[in-house]
C-alpha cells in the first residue's frame, strides 16, 4: 500500500472491541486480527483490556487470557504495525507501561475522564521517558465544552504528549459537536488532534470524516465497528468512506472488508447494532462499556435495562464507574417492590 | 498530659485536619505548616491563634524540640524525602499520604497494634472505607482468594496530591486490602466524578465467595462492620443493602461461585469542606483517633484491647 495517507488510522478492535466480547480473547484471535489489519496497512494496532491495562476485574470483567500475553502476541506477530496500548490512570500503572514496553509496545494513549487532564501527568511522562510515542485521550468528550476540552488538552500537551485525541466515548456527539471542538482543539495545541467515535447515534463515520475536515490528524477504528456501546467507527468502512471522499487513508479497504467478514464477525456473540439500549446511551450520554454490564445487572434484578441506562445518565456517572450500575438495579428494584 | 502536635500540608486535608484537632483534649495543635502564604488553610490558621508559617516540612525540623507528633498531609513524594527525618528528629509521624513508609494502620480494623511505631501510614481515604468491609468477609471465610474496591470520588474534593499520586493510591490501597482485609490478591481502582453539585465519595467493595461459603455469615459480618465504622465515621453507611451475586468469576485468586458486593456511601462531616468530601473526612477522622490512641498509649503505657 501507498505510505502516503492524509490521516493516520489506528485500529483499536482487539482493546475497544474487547468490551463487546466481555474481554474473551485468545491468542488465536489475535493473531490473525493483528495479520489481518498488518496486511491491510494499518499503521497501529491498540491492544489491552477494553477498560486498558490492568482493567481486568470484578468491575470490569476478567480477560480469559492475561493481557500481557496477548499483547506480546501482538508484538510477535506485527510486521509494520505499531502496537499500541491504553492506560487509565487510576486502573492501570506506570509499571504496566514499563512491562510493556519491554514486550515491544511503541505508544501508550493515557485516558482521563474529559475534565481530569491532570490525573495523566505521572502517566504521560513515565511513557515519555520509556520512548513511547505518547497520546492524551480525553473520554467523555460531549461532557465538555470546546473551550474546556482544549484547556485539558494542553494540560496533556504540557506533560508531553505527543497528540490528543477526544473521545466521544458515549457516542453522544453530533457532527457539530464534533467540529466544534476538533477546532478548539487544533486552534490551541501545537501537536495534532484525533478523533475516537461511537456509533450509538449512527454517526460514527461521518463524525469521524467530519474531524478529518476540521484538520483531524488521526482516527480511531475497529473491525465490524466491533467495541463498547453500539459499537465503534468501523475501520472497513471509514477506509471506504474514505476512498469515495478522495481521502488518501493508506489502507487497503477491501483487506479490511476480508477481515471484518471473515475472521472477526465469527468472533462475534452479538452483531453491532443500534438497538434501544445502544442508542439510549448515545440519547442519554452514558458511557458506552456500560451496555453488557447494565444487560445482566437487569437481568440479575430484574429491572428495566433501560431505566437502569437513564437514571445513570442522570446521575452524570463518568467512564470507570461500573459499579453503580449495581446500586442503580438494585434501587430500581426496591422501588418497584416498594410499588406492588 | 497531650502531645504537642503539628500538621504538615494546608490543602483540604489539613485544613479539615486542624479544625478536628482544636476540639482534642489529648492532641495540642500548635502549627499548621504550608508552602504558600495565601493558602486559605494557612490563614486560617492564622486566625484562630495557630502558628502558621509557610517554609515546608523544613520549618518542623527547625523547630523539633516543640513537637511530638506530626500529622503529614502534604503528598506521597514529600513523605517519602522526609519520613526518615522525622524519626531521627524524635518526632512521631503519622502519616495521611499513600506513601506507605511506616506500618499501615486502618482505624476500624488494626489500630492498637502499631502504637508504638515511629512512622504511622494511614493508607488512603478509600482504604480506609474499605478494608473494613474486606475484613469483614474474611473473618466470615476460611479464606477470601480475591478482593477488589473500587472508589470513586468528587473531582472537587480530590487535590493536587491525589491526582499527582494516583499510583500510588491504587498501590498502597490493595497493600491494606491484602495485607490488613485478608484477602489473598486485591485489587483497588479510583475513579473521579466531576459532576456538579459534586456526588458523595463512594466505595463499592467486591469479595471473591468460595464454594460452600456460609453467605448469611457473610452478610452479617458486614452488617456489624457497617455499626462498627459508624460509630466513629457518623456519615459511613451501606447505600444498599450487600449482596451476593452467582458468577462464575474467574478472579486471580482462581474460579470462585460467587461475589458479594458491598455498596458504601460516605457523607463528610462538614468541618471545614462540604458534605460530599467524604474521602477527606473518613482520612481526617482516622489521623484523629490513631493520634489520640498513640497520645492515650503514651500517657498510660497501655493500648486499649482490639475490639475485634
Known amino acids: 500500500m501507498s505510505t502516503t495517507a492524509d490521516f493516520r488510522l489506528i485500529d483499536s478492535t482487539l482493546r475497544d472491541g474487547s468490551h463487546a466480547i466481555s474481554h474473551q480473547y485468545y491468542a488465536e484471535d489475535v493473531m490473525k486480527i493483528v495479520q489481518g489489519l498488518d496486511a491491510a496497512g494499518v499503521q497501529v494496532i491498540e491492544i489491552a483490556h477494553g477498560d486498558g491495562l490492568g482493567g481486568s476485574s470484578f468491575n470490569y470483567g476478567f480477560s480469559a487470557v492475561p493481557e500481557k500475553d496477548l499483547i506480546a502476541q501482538a508484538c510477535e506477530v506485527s510486521g509494520n504495525a505499531k502496537i499500541a496500548c491504553l492506560l487509565l490512570p487510576g486502573i492501570g500503572l506506570a509499571d504496566d507501561l514499563r512491562e510493556v514496553k519491554e514486550l515491544g509496545v511503541g505508544m501508550a494513549r493515557i485516558a482521563t475522564h474529559c475534565t481530569e487532564a491532570d490525573i495523566s501527568e505521572q502517566h504521560i511522562k513515565v511513557a515519555k521517558s520509556l520512548g513511547m510515542e505518547t497520546i492524551g485521550f480525553l473520554m467523555m468528550s460531549h461532557m465538555n465544552s470546546p473551550e474546556g476540552l482544549a484547556e485539558q488538552a494542553l494540560l496533556m500537551q504540557s506533560y508531553g504528549a505527543d497528540s490528543i485525541y477526544i473521545a466521544d466515548s458515549a457516542g453522544a456527539m453530533t457532527t457539530e459537536d464534533v467540529r466544534r471542538r476538533v477546532g478548539a482543539l487544533v486552534a490551541a495545541l501545537d501537536v495534532p488532534v484525533g478523533v475516537h467515535a461511537h456509533n450509538n447515534l449512527s454517526m460514527a463515520v461521518a463524525n469521524s470524516i467530519a474531524a478529518y475536515e476540521e484538520g483531524a490528524a488521526n482516527l480511531d477504528g475497529t473491525s465490524a465497528g466491533l467495541g463498547a456501546g453500539a459499537g465503534n467507527c468501523p475501520t472497513e468502512i471509514l477506509a471506504a468512506v474514505s476512498d469515495r471522499y478522495g481521502i488518501m487513508t493508506g489502507v487497503d479497504p477491501l483487506k479490511l472488508m476480508d477481515l471484518a467478514e471473515e475472521i472477526v464477525r465469527p468472533l462475534m456473540p452479538r452483531q453491532q447494532v443500534i438497538d434501544r439500549a445502544g442508542l439510549l446511551l448515545g440519547y442519554a450520554g452514558v458511557y458506552g462499556s456500560f451496555l453488557l454490564h447494565s444487560q445482566r445487572a437487569a437481568e440479575r434484578y430484574n429491572v428495566s435495562q433501560a431505566e437502569i441506562l437513564l437514571e445513570l445518565g442522570r446521575r452524570k456517572v463518568v467512564g470507570g464507574q461500573e459499579d453503580m450500575i449495581i446500586d442503580v438495579a438494585l434501587e430500581l428494584a426496591a422501588m418497584h417492590a416498594q410499588e406492588e | ?308
Not at chain 2, 491526582?163 to 479510583?190: P, Y
Not at chain 2, 460452600?212 to 453507611?237: C, L, N, W
Not at chain 2, 455498596?263 to 489520640?292: K, Q, S
Open chain 2, 1 to 308: 498530659m497531650a502531645l504537642r502536635c503539628a500538621i504538615i500540608g494546608s490543602g483540604n486535608i489539613g485544613t479539615d485536619l486542624m479544625i478536628k484537632m482544636l476540639r482534642s483534649d489529648t492532641l495540642n495543635l500548635t502549627a499548621l505548616v504550608g508552602i504558600d502564604p495565601d493558602s486559605d488553610g494557612l490563614k486560617r490558621a492564622k486566625s484562630l491563634g495557630l502558628q502558621a508559617p509557610y517554609d515546608g516540612p523544613d520549618w518542623v525540623l527547625k523547630h523539633a524540640h516543640e513537637f511530638d507528633m506530626i500529622f503529614d498531609a502534604t503528598s506521597a513524594y514529600v513523605h517519602v524525602r522526609y519520613h526518615h527525618k522525622y524519626q531521627d528528629a524524635g518526632i512521631t509521624a503519622i502519616d495521611l499520604t499513600p506513601a506507605s513508609r511506616g506500618p499501615k494502620v486502618i482505624a476500624a480494623v488494626n489500630m492498637h497494634e502499631h502504637l508504638d511505631a515511629p512512622n504511622i501510614n494511614l493508607v488512603t481515604c478509600g482504604g480506609q472505607a474499605t478494608t473494613p468491609m474486606v475484613f469483614a468477609v474474611r473473618r466470615a471465610l476460611n479464606v477470601l482468594p480475591y478482593a477488589e474496591m473500587v472508589s470513586t470520588v468528587a473531582s472537587r474534593s480530590a487535590g493536587p496530591g491525589t491526582r499527582q499520586n494516583i499510583d500510588e493510591f491504587t498501590k498502597t490501597t490493595s497493600m491494606a486490602l491484602r495485607e490488613i482485609g485478608g484477602a489473598e490478591h486485591a485489587k483497588a481502582i479510583i475513579v473521579l466524578n466531576p459532576a456538579d453539585p459534586p456526588i458523595m465519595m463512594r466505595n463499592t467493595v467486591f469479595a471473591g465467595i468460595p464454594e460452600g461459603s456460609d453467605h448469611d455469615a457473610v452478610i452479617e459480618s458486614v452488617y456489624d462492620m457497617e455499626k462498627q465504622v459508624t460509630s466513629f465515621v457518623p456519615g459511613y453507611r451501606l447505600k444498599n443493602p450487600p449482596v451476593i451475586e452467582e458468577g462464575p468469576f474467574h478472579t486471580p485468586g482462581g474460579v470462585v461461585p460467587h461475589r458479594a458486593v458491598i455498596l458504601l456511601e460516605v457523607a463528610g462531616a462538614g468541618d471545614y469542606l462540604p458534605e460530599y468530601a467524604g474521602n477527606l473526612d473518613i482520612m481526617t477522622v482516622a489521623a484523629m483517633r490513631v493520634g489520640e490512641a498513640v497520645a492515650k498509649h503514651r500517657v498510660t503505657g497501655l493500648s486499649e484491647p482490639a475490639q475485634l
